[in-house]
Each structure stands twice: as C-alpha cells, then as structure tokens.
C-alpha cells in the first residue's frame, strides 16, 4: 500500500527521495511527505494529494537541505488523507522522524499509555506512536530505543527511522511488510520496492521479519530481534530500470498488455525442456502427490481469478477436487485443511497481507503449501514449502495485467505437470497440453494484432453506467478478472454471471440498452451460451461478444465481436482476457480517468 525509501550518501538526499516516490507512485497513495537530516537538525515537509504538490512545495527537494533522509507516500488507513496526517511523523522536541508502511494494530492503547505519560499527538494516525515511543525510550542508544520500541507494537509494519543525534544514519525495521536494502558506493538505500532503487543500484539485501539494519554511507549492519548483527547475502535484481518506464507508452498498464506475450515467453520457455515440463522450486514427489485428496487454492482479486481459472483446469486434468477460496475468507473459516492437502497460494507481490495470513493457517494446519509470485524473496514465496515464480518482470500499473496471464500460465504448466504425475492424462494429450502451453505467447500477440478495433468499440460503449459479463466453465473463471479490470480502472459499475444464473435473478436487470458482454470462447458450451445471449437480447441488451477466431456463428447473434485466437480450450482463458483488458483501458481512456492509479487503490495491499 504505502511506499517507503531512505537514503543516505553524499549527494543531496531530497530529490534523490522524491525521485524513489515517483517510482511508487503505482502502489497507490493519497499524501506524501520527506524529512531529511543536516546537521543536527531534521527537516521535514509534506502535501497532500498529488506527489507533484510535494515536489513544488520543496522546489523538487532543494528546500531540505542534507545527505540522509526518508519519504513516504501514504494510502489512508487511519485517518483522512490531510498534510497532518501524511508521513513523516516527527517528534515534538524534533529528535526523531518516522515513516511506516503497515498497520500498528494495539496502537489505541499504546496511544493511551503515550497521553498518560505527556506525549501530545497531532495527527490520527496509528504510525504517530511509533515516534514518540522512541522519543520515550531513547537514552542516547539509538539501537536500544528501536529495540524497545519495536518490542511495544504489534501488526505489521516497515518502518524508516532517523534521529537528529545520528547523523547520516538511517534506521530500517521490518516486520510483515515489504522492505528492501540497497548498497550503492558511498550510499546506501532502503525502499518497500525495488523499482525505487534500481536507477541507482541493483545489489540489494532482503529482510526477515524481525530484523533491522542500521543504514550509513559507508555501510549496511543487519541485527535480529535480540540485537544481534546477522550476516545477510546480497542478491542481484537482473531486471534494470528500463523495465519500470513506459518505453512510449502513454500508460504503463497498456505497456504491460503489450508486454505480456514477452512475459509468457519468460514464464514458459524454461520450464519446458526438450518437450518435458520442469518446475525447479517445486520438490513435491510422485509419491507425495498421490496422497494428496484435494487442493485448495486461495489468492485475493486478480490473483484469485487466476485462481478461478486454474481451478478448472487442474480439475479437469487431474481428477481431484480443486476448490479456489478468497483468502481474506479462508483465514477466518476455520477451514478443513490438513495433511491431505495442497495449498495453492497466488500472489503477484507475494506481501498481501490476506494471503500472507491464509497461507500461515493452513500451514498451521500441516498442509504442504505452494507460492506463485512474481517477487523474488517476498513473504509469500519465503513462507512457502514451494516455490514457482511467473518472472513477469516489475509491474507498475495498479491494474494487473501480465500478473495475471503469466499466473494463469503457471497454473496451467503446473495441472499438465502433475495430470502426468498422477497417470490422468496420456503421452498424447500431454504433448498437445505442452506444446499449446509453449504457443501462449504467440498466440497472445495474435489476440492483440485481431482486435485493433478495440478502441472504436470502447468509443461506442464507454457512457454505460452499469453493465454484466457473462461466461460457462472457463469462460465464467475469465468474466471475473474481465470485470474486475472495467470497474477498477473505469469506475463503470459491472459485474461477472455464470450465464446460467441469469434467469434466477439477474435477468431482471437487463433493460433496454444494457450492454452485455459475453465470452464465447469455451465452444463445448457456445450453444448453450447463445441461448443466454438471445434471452438479454430480447429484453433490449446489446451484447458485445468474445469468440474464438474463425467462429461465423457469433455474428448472428452478438450487436458487436471480439476474438481470441483457436487453441485448446483449457488454455484459451490466458488469451481471451487480453482483448477485454484493452476494452477496459481504452473505455477508461474514454472516460478521463487516472488509469495507472485508479482512485482509492494500492497495487500491493499490505494491510488488512
């Protein structure tokens, strides 16, 4: 949600700050802020609204003069989003400046005891305490004052800490929350997200939960919980910052729709060798796989579509039952999980707080556990006995797009893999699966280069207020992330049916006009969804079709088509989802709205 970055070195630390918010600016944020350190002295300044309001305000950070420094860019939890309430909270004999990404959950009463004691508090914030506990504890010890003060709060929380005693000193903490070291030459970093960091450096150090470092320009120091210094290896991010532009662009979300056959091709090609499917990072035996009786795969929003999507397919190839269940629902159900299950957890950042918890539970309950995630060395892919990631390459939008295809992708590699495993399936069919696994990504270049009449048909529908995707099998998994897109990016209220449950209910909602979008790709059942599509027809609808290439029938019935290209019908979902993804981004062009940062969104969400 919130973004977070340190620096500290000898260049002006102020604009090196803002330009590592610029960088976040995609996770979402409504205020920003920056406080930097100079001679005893830190000086702070925050906006609220646009990061652009924070740059005039500093004159693009000269106005905070000094080498070491730390920003925020806030998403609201805890109070409105006002200048007060924006990071960096600061003390009030100005000794130390605070930056959180995260929720302090016993903050009420931590609050409460701080009153007590004289500590006066300004903003509404649950991050506030976090500063005056350290202005309570510090003795002249900084690393004391974070221990304890650490020690007192409970929820997850990244914090950025620098103390006007210190100079040239940063502190970072990390506790459920994303957080990231840089190690430059003669300047060190931190930040909630590597594209903060990699126009600078690409050697990074990840943090456990529950540890901290202490940050200078000469050098990084990683302690644990107790205060003990803790040897760390550095990793080396193999994308560089070129990835995280909009290479021409007007936006980064149709960047990464244009970019997702290269994905695919990123996620597929080395997992397939020599026609075999190989899943390195996945150690699960034959004999393991035999016993298990069910698989439960749990995700939230797009990811849980992927979700959805995989669900299909790893049932139908490998004669278990597969069930996909939101995790944030999962975690509070008491589920029925042990031994005897495979736990499937998708997570494009791989720091959702719902699925972090979710995948905690079931672990808890001596499940064997699976990640997909896109970020090497996150959470989720820690926690998890098995990893598989998409490497799809940092995605900026706040709408997912190459997230989402490359987790369906996965998804589909890993059912292949274990139907063979598992004796579901022949030579025959598994050749079939791989090699159409393995045409993803040309085939979804052919469903871009089949629908550049996008743009016209979004110019013809873009002033509906309220609209229905409907879908059999598949082709329903896929409505789900097709209507998720719209809405999200467009503001246009619409909604996702299993088409035949339109007559037990929703049907009732189709009036003249009313634009119905209906995915027609899973051609076992076209006929059945031509019947629901003549049924919104004759109550006034206009349907715009998705069909698969070379399908004559649709015109008949559909006001408008889209296509995706012929393949098998287990893996058309990857595909069919592209032409509805640049629907929603050029109805959202239409309309005006802020595309890469739809309103009241974060790309990562970290809290509950």
Not at 41 to 66: F, M, R, W, Y
Request: glycine content about 8%.
């Amino acid at each position: 949600m919130c973004g977070i970055v340190g620096y500290t070195g000898g260049a002006s630390a102020g604009p090196i700050l803002l330009e590592g918010l610029k960088r976040l600016e995609y996770r979402g944020y409504d205020s920003a802020g920056i406080a930097v350190q100079e001679s005893g002295v830190i000086h702070a300044s925050k906006a609220s609204g646009h990061l652009q309001h924070l740059c005039e305000k500093t004159h693009d950070g000269a106005d905070l003069p000094g080498l070491c420094g730390i920003g925020h860019t806030r998403w609201a939890t805890h109070g409105a989003p006002t200048e007060t309430n924006a990071h960096p909270h600061v003390s009030d004999d100005g000794k130390f400046a605070v930056v959180h990404n995260g929720i302090i959950e016993n903050y009420a009463q931590l609050r409460e005891e701080l009153t007590q004691r004289g500590f006066v508090f300004h903003s509404e914030t649950d991050t506030e305490v976090v500063v005056h506990l350290l202005d309570y504890y510090y003795k002249g010890d900084l690393k004391a004052a974070v221990m304890k003060t650490v020690a007192r709060l409970d929820g997850s929380f990244a914090l950025g800490v620098v103390c006007a005693d210190h100079p040239g000193e940063l502190i970072a903490v990390k506790s459920a929350s994303p957080l990231i070291l840089g190690l430059g030459v003669g300047e060190n970093f931190f930040a909630s997200d590597v594209t903060a960091l990699v126009s600078h450096t690409r050697n990074v150090i990840y943090l456990e939960d529950g540890e901290f470092a202490s940050l200078t320009s000469e050098g990084i120091t990683v302690f644990d919980c107790a205060g003990r210094e803790v040897s760390k290896s550095i990793s080396r991010v193999v994308w560089d910052v070129e990835a995280a532009e909009k290479g021409g662009y007007e936006h980064f979300m149709l960047k990464e729709i244009m970019e997702q056959p290269r994905a695919l091709k990123a996620t597929i090609e080395p997992r397939v060798r020599e026609g075999e499917i190989v899943l390195d990072g996945v150690e699960l035996t034959r004999q393991q796989l035999q016993g298990i009786r069910r698989v439960v795969i749990t995700a939230c929003g797009s990811a849980y579509h992927a979700g959805c999507v995989g669900s299909y397919i790893m049932e139908e190839l490998c004669r278990i039952p597969v069930e996909a269940e939101v995790a944030s629902e999962l975690r509070y159900r008491n589920p029925l999980i042990g031994e005897d299950t495979l736990v499937i957890v998708i997570s494009q950042s791989g720091e959702t707080a719902d699925t972090i918890a979710a995948l905690r539970e079931c672990k808890a309950r001596g499940a064997r556990t699976l990640a997909i995630v896109n970020v090497v060395g996150s959470t989720v892919a820690k926690l998890a006995d098995d990893v598989l990631y998409t490497w799809a390459g940092p995605e900026i939008a706040v709408a997912t797009t190459k997230g989402y295809t490359t987790q369906v992708a996965v998804l589909s590699l890993l059912s292949v893999y274990m139907a063979r495993e598992l004796g579901r399936i022949d030579e025959d069919r598994y050749r079939a699966l791989v090699n159409g696994i393995c045409s993803l990504p040309e085939r979804c270049q052919r469903a871009i280069d089949l629908n550049t009449h996008v743009q016209y048909l979004a110019k013809r529908y873009h002033n509906n207020s309220s609209l229905f995707f409907i879908g059999r099998n598949l082709d329903y998994a896929a409505c789900l992330e097709a209507s998720l897109k719209l809405k999200e990016i467009s503001y246009i209220h619409s909604e996702a049916y299993a088409a035949g449950e339109l007559k037990h209910g929703t049907i009732a909602l189709i009036d003249e006009g009313r634009l119905v979008i209906s995915l027609c790709c899973y051609e076992a059942l076209f006929d059945k969804l031509v019947s629901n599509v003549k049924e919104v027809k004759a109550r006034g609808a206009k349907v715009l079709a998705v069909a698969q290439e070379g399908n004559r029938r649709i015109f008949a019935e559909a006001d408008d088509v889209l296509f995706a290209p012929h393949m098998d019908p287990l893996l058309i979902p990857v595909t069919e989802i592209v032409p509805l993804q640049l629907f929603a981004y050029y109805v959202a062009k239409e309309n005006g709205c802020d595309i890469d940062k739809p309103k009241n969104l974060a790309k990562s969400v970290t809290v509950e």
